[in-house]
């Protein structure tokens, strides 16, 4: 057993020093929420760093996403993966949407485009794809059947904060994008997330819709939630976003040992860069063929754990499979998507990941 356990992720996060300087106005403001000085000042820096029109910040992604549905007021069927969080398929859910689960490619996980039109029907509203462990959806494509079929597209972009496809950057893309920034994530304001948008009425319906759809002192015009931002959240976003680009590049690094490492292996699917995408590395997934590589996912998540070093199952299950959804979908329908969920380990991976530690946790995998 090593004497330091390594966990699956590890925040980034500035000095104290920094992010002391950066809330002392909060005390001579006393403004902690309600879209104070430093909600105001992120918001700006963000739209500049992305490169997008609009962007409205929120409490966290999932509330952004579950709004942003909610912006639209969708009516039916909406196209989505299985292949995600728990977040994406109950924000559709919540709205009173019907969920229908579209298969993922196996080269990056992302939905299978190729599939996608056989799924719409005269029900069909929208397109929810997800950006999958900072790899993108086929954007140009989807934008095609959306165009054809007179659909929404929703991006679930909660992986995918700074990745750029041919120089734009991914929350340019459909008719809104939500991205998370939770602690784990490769940018991260503590808790919280955001929607980006072309469209001018968005930057309105959102800002009221997460605060509660209260239109004035005196109309309230919507049934809406209360997932403002607080000041202190949007202080530690001002002090990450200075460091960001140093961050990715670092997670670079990580991701290049493990490809030097376990790419070509036998048995061992890692997943290659994208032509004409500027990458995150916000995650490590490696696929376990335990008919070829001689040992289960679940074997090697075992093995790793007993040396201390945590990966995770991610994602597994699938969302199709849920408890709370039992019996009214099924796996079976998307079996790509489920044949890579029960071998998929998203291996440690963070910007202060020693490459000693990389060659440690490869060492373990491919011990025989």
């Given at each position: 057993m090593s004497k330091e356990p390594i966990l699956v992720t590890r925040s980034s996060m500035p000095t104290m020093e920094e992010f002391i300087k950066e809330i002392e106005p909060i005390w001579d403001t006393a403004w902690l929420t309600n879209m104070g000085p430093k909600h105001q000042q992120l918001e700006k820096e963000l739209i500049d760093y992305m490169g997008v029109e609009g962007l409205q910040l929120f409490t966290n992604g999932h509330m952004a996403l579950e709004l942003c549905?909610?912006?639209?007021?969708?009516?039916?069927?909406?196209?989505t993966t299985p292949f995600t969080f728990a977040s994406t398929t109950h924000a559709i859910v919540r709205n009173n949407l019907t969920p229908v689960f579209c298969d993922i490619n196996p080269q990056d996980y992302t939905m299978d485009v190729t599939k996608l039109e056989s799924l719409i029907t005269e029900?069909?509203?929208a397109i929810v794809p997800v950006h999958v462990y900072g790899n993108m959806c086929n954007v140009a494509e989807i934008e095609r059947i959306a165009k054809k079929h007179n659909l929404k597209v929703i991006y679930d972009a909660a992986h995918a904060f700074g990745v750029k496809v041919n120089g734009v950057g991914a929350g340019c893309f459909g008719d809104a994008s939500m991205f998370s920034f939770h602690a784990t994530k490769v940018f991260n304001t503590i808790e919280g997330g955001a929607v980006t948008f072309s469209q001018p009425w968005l930057k309105k319906e959102l800002y009221n819709l997460k605060n509660f759809g209260i239109v004035?002192?005196?109309?309230?015009?919507?049934?809406?939630?209360?997932?403002?931002m607080n000041e202190f959240q949007a202080a530690m976003g001002i002090c990450n976003l200075r460091h960001v680009d140093t961050e990715i590049a670092k997670r670079k690094a990580v991701v290049e040992?493990?490809?030097?490492r376990l790419q070509g292996v036998a048995g061992i699917a890692v997943t290659s860069e994208q032509a004409g995408i500027q990458s995150n590395y916000a995650y490590f997934p490696a696929v376990f063929d335990e008919t070829v590589f001689g040992k289960t996912r679940?074997?090697?998540?075992?093995?790793?754990?007993?040396?201390?070093?945590?990966?995770?199952k991610y994602f597994y299950p699938l969302t199709n499979s849920y408890d709370c959804y039992k019996g009214t979908y099924s796996v079976e329908d998307?079996?790509?998507?489920?044949?890579?969920?029960?071998?998929?380990l998203t291996l440690p991976l963070f910007a202060d990941?020693?490459?000693?530690?990389?060659?440690?946790?490869?060492?373990?995998?491919?011990?025989?």
């Open positions: 549905i909610q912006a639209f007021k969708l009516q039916g069927e909406v196209i029900k069909t509203c004035d002192a005196e109309h309230v015009g919507e049934v809406g939630g209360n997932a403002k040992r493990y490809r030097s679940d074997e090697i998540f075992e093995a790793l754990a007993e040396e201390n070093v945590f990966a995770r998307t079996p790509v998507a489920q044949w890579v969920a029960k071998r998929v990941l020693p490459l000693a530690d990389v060659d440690r946790i490869c060492d373990i995998i491919l011990k025989k």
